[in-house]
């Protein structure tokens, strides 16, 4: 199509012109590429979702990613206005948060801990200080409360302008009432952006499209785990209180959520806005909105926010003495978790997804950050897990969309235990064995879809979970799997591992180019082995096996199936000679570990398990009870076990064979509460907490499958730089005393003498040897054993003692069996 006054080429192209993605061409900009960057907005700025949104500010959130997006955002947004001389409408009121009881406030303590580590401030109340903060305010019934100074609301027209002026100001282009008719990866890896003014070719694309993300991403053949929400706000007539404070020069009082009734309220020219998040709000636009569709509302529904209206009633009585002046109900984008996806898609290159922003206002300045120094540097700089777009799988279908979206909303005020496990939509994947497993007791979790067994409930517990920020109902159960896995053997299911098969005449060269470890020297050797990033920070965590010269297979974390998968294929060569299968929905996997291991494995196959026929970190093909079963000595839980990898639909005969076998053994399943207990007694990490972008390999104590002497690899170069330059941190085990019902939970603050040094990556109790464990990030000169800090616990100071790596056998006597003793 003939341009009309459309650039030719661009380095990026933004489609979409809300708040969204205006932030993210401001940031571009601000990078430097301003005069290659455009945008396309099929009407006016902000005439998607921006326009209806109240504006609010919270820098309250439990994922440390979202965190530190927001407070960006809260900042950026405090100095734009000077910047760009365009007004922004902020009102820096502060944000008070309501307590109605214990475990809302342990939610509280666990989020300034997260808020301390990352430079956000947060005040505790009495309800006697809430009362002087909002004079308005019933406090009957309240035991607390916290309050951030620093956030507020904004009028999001304006930031979008201002964000605007700042783009053109260097050189960025928008092209408003421009359509986007389609999309096309070229040959040369560019895309073809086809408007209704004319056509233009980028090396990048970003959807910033809001309501319409299902929409773009169809363009390309993706599905976009993104569905609008209706979401109801109230504007009332003015309060003759409030108008007369206002009159008096009082300030604006803070924007108060009560999040035991699911609801926000502030001021709005002397009356007050009113934003329940209720139960029963519907997915909208779940087929995509009119093309055509701009400044859209819906059809009100009072009598869905009754009880909320009511609650707040109480909580204000002067909401109750004001009238209703509008009603407002528009569209917010949802994915199922409630985060938005921030960073590349999956399956193509250089499209970037900026989507499913249900507090889109908040995170629009630090999505457009992280977006663009992922772009223009290759990576981000904070770790971005809590927003990888990667982190759904194709399981999410719109039917499961249109449920865990409406659960998300219906969820933005529950208490968001550390442990809970949200049940809409499931159960979706079930290994074989899920009924047997359920029949033995099991109360499961979901990862990526896939139902696995948290713990088991026996000997008369009710089979239900307990949630809690505190040791709850399944640390007795999870105690007694721990000790029966420790004594005799025990059965895990891991069938929700990511699987694949790459294999091809390149596929070691290409692996070795990959991965930082050595990969495995012959046919059945194991390696653990990472992908770094091209930092030099830890990307994706790999076990191989070595299959045959031209063939590896590989098992990584189930959550991360999609980014380590999509990781792997984009680093392959274009050549043909890498083949990549995945494998992860055929082959199940068992693992049996114990002391007892071995001799249950003896009875169910004629495989030799000795040390010296079967050692550690080697792997066999065996047979049991008729399958064809790929044998792995290596657990993560540091006793004598191996992993079983079979055919799926030959699952329940195995699992069978192994119960039947084991009886008398004492063969009992255990969980994934279990394991994470096992795990943080041999300090080992895991990818998203000890394993991040954001710390060097080596400062995550991984230095023993660093391999700098085998030749290039991906992150080489920047991680020898790295520890050049000197680290910042370094992983450490912690013994935290004092403390008898509660372990960290992971972000804690940990403090020398006052003094912030570092925070705990995640927390367990270790029932092998009594103690409650924190595996944890300080600074390198507190990282010697007997070193005591103090870790913030929900609020209370607890002496943390660095100790020795792997407080649980040590020296891997049990794992390896070095006196061939069990069995």
């Known amino acids: 199509m003939a341009n009309d006054g459309i650039k030719s080429h661009a380095r990026v192209a933004i489609i979409g012109g809300g708040v969204v993605g205006v932030s993210a061409l401001y940031h571009l900009a601000k990078k430097g590429w301003g005069d290659d960057v455009v945008l396309f907005e099929k009407a006016e700025l902000t005439s998607g979702s921006t326009w209806h949104a109240a504006g609010?500010?919270?820098?309250?959130?439990?994922?440390?990613?979202?965190?530190?997006?927001?407070?960006?955002?809260?900042?950026?947004?405090?100095?734009?206005?000077?910047?760009?001389?365009?007004?922004?409408?902020?009102?820096?009121?502060?944000?008070?948060?309501?307590?109605?009881?214990?475990?809302?406030?342990?939610?509280?303590?666990?989020?300034?801990?997260?808020?301390?580590?990352?430079?956000?401030?947060?005040?505790?109340?009495?309800?006697?200080?809430?009362?002087?903060?909002?004079?308005?305010?019933?406090?009957?019934?309240?035991?607390?409360?916290?309050?951030?100074?620093?956030?507020?609301?904004?009028?999001?027209?304006?930031?979008?302008?201002?964000?605007?002026?700042?783009?053109?100001?260097?050189?960025?282009?928008?092209?408003?009432?421009?359509?986007?008719?389609?999309?096309?990866?070229?040959?040369?890896?560019?895309?073809?952006?086809?408007?209704?003014?004319?056509?233009?070719?980028?090396?990048?694309?970003?959807?910033?499209?809001?309501?319409?993300?299902?929409?773009?991403?169809?363009?390309?053949?993706?599905?976009?785990?993104?569905?609008?929400?209706?979401?109801?706000?109230?504007?009332?007539?003015?309060?003759?209180?409030?108008?007369?404070?206002?009159?008096?020069?009082?300030?604006?009082?803070?924007?108060?959520?009560?999040?035991?009734?699911?609801?926000?309220?502030?001021?709005?020219?002397?009356?007050?806005?009113?934003?329940?998040?209720?139960?029963?709000?519907?997915?909208?636009?779940?087929?995509?909105?009119?093309?055509?569709a701009e400044y859209e509302l819906f059809q009100e529904d009072i009598e869905r926010l009754a009880p909320h209206i009511e609650a707040a009633m109480n909580r204000v009585p002067a909401f109750a003495e004001v009238g209703i002046k509008q009603c407002y109900n528009g569209a917010i984008a949802y994915t199922p978790d409630g985060n938005p996806i921030i960073g590349p898609a999956w399956d193509v290159d250089n499209f970037w997804l900026n989507e499913g922003h249900s507090f889109g206002i908040t995170a629009a300045g630090g999505a457009g950050w992280q977006l663009a120094e992922w772009i223009v540097e290759g990576e981000p700089t904070i770790d971005m897990l809590g927003v990888e777009p990667r982190r759904f799988g194709d399981y999410a279908t719109k039917e499961y969309l249109v449920e865990k979206n409406e659960e998300a909303y219906a969820h933005v005020f529950v208490i968001h235990y550390p442990d809970e496990e949200r049940p809409a939509a499931r159960p979706l994947r079930t290994a074989p064995c899920y009924e047997r497993m359920k029949d033995l007791g099991a109360v499961f979790g979901q990862r990526f879809g896939w139902e696995r067994p948290n713990f088991f409930a026996t000997d008369g517990m009710p089979q239900e979970d307990d949630w809690s920020f505190r040791r709850s109902r399944w640390f007795e159960a999870v105690c007694k799997e721990v000790a029966n896995t420790t004594e005799n053997v025990g059965l895990l299911d891991m069938t929700a591992f990511a699987k694949c098969r790459v294999s091809g005449l390149g596929a070691a060269a290409f692996l070795d180019s990959f991965v930082a470890n050595n990969l495995p020297a012959k046919d059945g050797g194991l390696v653990l082995a990472h992908a770094l990033n091209q930092n030099g920070g830890i990307h994706s965590e790999f076990t191989i096996r070595g299959e045959s010269a031209n063939s590896y297979y590989l098992v990584s974390a189930g959550a991360l199936q999609r980014l380590d998968h999509d990781y792997l294929k984009k680093h392959m060569p274009d050549d043909g000679s890498v083949q990549f299968e995945n494998l992860t929905d055929s082959i199940g996997v068992l693992v049996v570990a114990g002391p007892k291991s071995r001799q249950l494995l003896e009875r169910v196959t004629d495989t030799d398990f000795s040390n010296d026929a079967f050692r550690w970190l080697t792997a066999q093909d065996i047979v049991i009870a008729g399958a064809e079963v790929n044998a792995m000595r290596v657990n993560y839980v540091g006793e004598l076990g191996w992993e079983l990898h079979h055919p799926i639909e030959e699952q329940n005969q195995i699992f069978d064979a192994l119960m039947e076998a084991g009886a008398d053994l004492s063969l009992k399943p255990f969980g994934i509460r279990a394991m994470d207990s096992m795990r943080y007694e041999k300090s080992y990490r895991m990818v998203g907490t000890e394993l991040s972008i954001e710390y060097s390999a080596y400062e995550s104590a991984m230095d023993r499958f660093i391999k700098p002497d085998k030749g290039n690899f991906l992150g080489r170069e920047a991680l020898l730089a790295w520890q050049e330059r000197g680290h910042d941190n370094m992983l450490v085990t912690l013994e935290v005393s004092g403390i008898e019902d509660a372990d960290a939970l992971g972000n804690n603050a940990l403090t020398k003498d006052g003094e912030l040094v570092g925070r705990a990556t995640g927390g367990n109790y270790g029932f092998r040897i009594g103690k409650s464990l924190a595996l944890s990030m300080v600074r390198p000169d507190l990282a010697e054993p007997d070193t005591t800090l103090e870790i913030d616990i929900l609020g209370k100071n607890y002496p943390a003692t660095v100790t020795i790596e792997s407080p649980f056998d040590p020296n891997q006597e049990r794992l390896r069996d070095v006196n061939g003793a069990n069995g």
Not at 78 to 86: A, F, K, Y
Not at 225 to 251: C, D, K, M, S
Request: charged share 20%.
């Open 56 to 292: 609010l500010l919270p820098l309250f959130n439990m994922s440390y990613s979202v965190g530190q997006v927001h407070k960006y955002s809260v900042n950026l947004y405090g100095e734009l206005e000077e910047e760009t001389g365009q007004p922004v409408g902020f009102a820096r009121v502060g944000n008070l948060r309501l307590a109605m009881n214990d475990d809302r406030m342990d939610e509280y303590y666990q989020y300034a801990a997260t808020a301390k580590t990352i430079g956000i401030d947060v005040r505790f109340l009495a309800p006697e200080e809430i009362l002087k903060l909002w004079p308005m305010c019933n406090i009957e019934g309240l035991v607390g409360g916290i309050f951030h100074p620093d956030d507020g609301y904004i009028q999001p027209a304006d930031l979008t302008q201002a964000l605007a002026k700042g783009a053109r100001n260097r050189g960025a282009t928008i092209y408003r009432n421009t359509h986007v008719l389609n999309l096309e990866q070229t040959s040369s890896g560019a895309w073809l952006v086809q408007t209704d003014k004319g056509d233009i070719t980028a090396e990048h694309v970003i959807s910033a499209t809001g309501n319409y993300a299902r929409k773009t991403g169809e363009m390309i053949g993706l599905d976009i785990p993104v569905i609008p929400v209706e979401h109801q706000y109230i504007v009332t007539e003015p309060h003759p209180e409030l108008v007369n404070r206002r009159e008096a020069g009082a300030p604006e009082m803070g924007v108060l959520r009560e999040s035991d009734g699911s609801w926000y309220l502030r001021e709005e020219n002397g009356g007050f806005i009113l934003g329940p998040y209720e139960h029963g709000a519907p997915a909208c636009y779940v087929d995509g909105p009119d093309p055509r």
